[in-house]
């Protein structure tokens, strides 16, 4: 079992910048990568960031230049820092861990930008 715990989300005007955190417990050992998700309201969820377990990533094009993820040196956090936010990025930002045996997912931080 691998838990997940994020935070960080906020309500912030465009321009300007959140860093997520997502805390992952358990069974961290068998987590393969970890990825950023989030949910527009009324959309479909979608992979925003990837990072592999040999630090490699990968952003969607709608968030490059702009979305960073990282790993923290203890190895069992991951960052998502989002600078030049869009009234777009809005929505529930989800972390997920993709597993040996499966996926786990934690409860979502709410991301809202203003206009």
């Known amino acids: 079992q691998v838990q997940l715990v994020e935070s960080g989300g906020g309500l912030v005007q465009a321009g300007g910048s959140l860093r997520l955190s997502c805390a992952a417990s358990?069974?961290?050992?068998?987590?393969?990568?970890m990825n950023w998700y989030r949910q527009a309201p009324g959309k479909q969820r979608e992979l925003v960031a990837s990072i592999s377990t040999s630090d490699s990533t990968n952003v969607v094009d709608s968030v490059k230049g702009r979305f960073t993820i990282s790993r923290g040196s203890a190895n069992n956090t991951v960052y998502l820092q989002m600078n030049s936010l869009k009234p777009e990025d809005t929505g529930l930002y989800y972390c997920?861990?993709?597993?040996?045996?499966?996926?786990?997912w934690g409860q979502g931080t709410q991301v809202t930008v203003s206009s």
């Open positions: 358990g069974s961290i050992f068998s987590i393969n990568t």
């Open positions: 997920n861990a993709d597993c040996d045996w499966g996926y786990y």
